[in-house]
């Protein structure tokens, strides 16, 4: 976006200062895409002590209050942080096209501390999308994310995983089986090569982690090796 087609999007004060997206303050020589330097700290670690798999905080002794389906699992930011809400803030309206947060935000990936079995994956892929939306926005933040990581780390990237709809044997299924089944589910893409791999899961916004855990079951019935994964944020 240019930037004076930028500027037109942004609130202005009634005496025609432009002011941040977020806090609606002053914007500050340090904005970035609209948003004040202020609102950019709102990208917060999640809270410690948590949790190596499922990234909350609960008692060592206790199972984890979701399933989860991988060895490792955390997430770069809170996506509740910050004031305004950060995480909240951007991610719908970058996948609804603001491709000036989005670029700010991936600049902020490619900076992030990462956690060290992350490095240690050897193949990164990410959740899917359907392919109409997809398509409708023009890029997927999801995979964008594992492409970054990918170059930023230095390992493969692959879209191995596909959007399934259960529509085929429907009618061989007792009611109690229809019910348990999801209606959308997540497959292996036919040439995706997974064996053995030990594969890096990414996501954009983990919330209650059936979609990744969907996305595992497919790449541990696909031959993986191990399933770890990292969001960009997660939602408490
Ligand atoms: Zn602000
Ligand atoms: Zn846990």
Redesign the pocket.
């Known amino acids: 976006m240019q930037a004076s087609s930028l500027r037109a999007h942004l609130p202005r004060l009634s005496d025609g200062v432009v002011c941040c997206r977020g806090c609606l303050g002053a914007l500050g020589l340090s904005a970035e895409a609209g948003l004040c330097e202020h609102c950019w700290e709102g990208l917060l670690p999640l809270p410690e002590p948590?949790?190596?798999?499922?990234?909350?905080t609960?008692d060592e002794e206790?199972?984890?209050?979701?399933p989860?389906g991988w060895t490792c699992?955390d997430a770069l930011w809170d996506y509740h942080g910050g004031r305004p809400a950060l995480g909240a803030l951007l991610v719908p309206a970058i996948k609804d096209g603001e491709l000036g947060w989005k670029a700010a935000l991936l600049r902020r990936v490619s900076q992030a501390s990462l956690p060290q079995w992350a490095q240690e994956a050897n193949l990164i892929t990410c959740a899917p999308t359907t392919f109409p939306r997809r398509w409708h926005r023009g890029f997927d933040l999801a995979e964008e994310t594992g492409q970054l990581l990918g170059r930023r780390l230095a390992l493969p990237f692959a879209r191995t995983l596909q959007k399934s709809l259960f529509i085929g044997r429907q009618a061989e299924r007792t009611e109690s089986e229809r019910r348990r089944l999801p209606r959308k589910a997540v497959a292996l893409r036919r040439n995706a090569t997974i064996e053995g791999r030990v594969v890096l899961l990414v996501d954009d916004v983990w919330t209650t982690g059936t979609t990744l855990l969907r996305c595992g079951q497919a790449l541990t019935a696909g031959g993986a090796a191990e399933i770890r994964v990292l969001t960009l944020f997660r939602s408490l």
Do not use: D, F, I
Not at 50 to 56: S, T
Not at 62 to 66: D, G
């Open positions: 948590r949790c190596a798999r499922c990234a909350l609960h206790e199972a984890c209050p979701e989860v699992g």
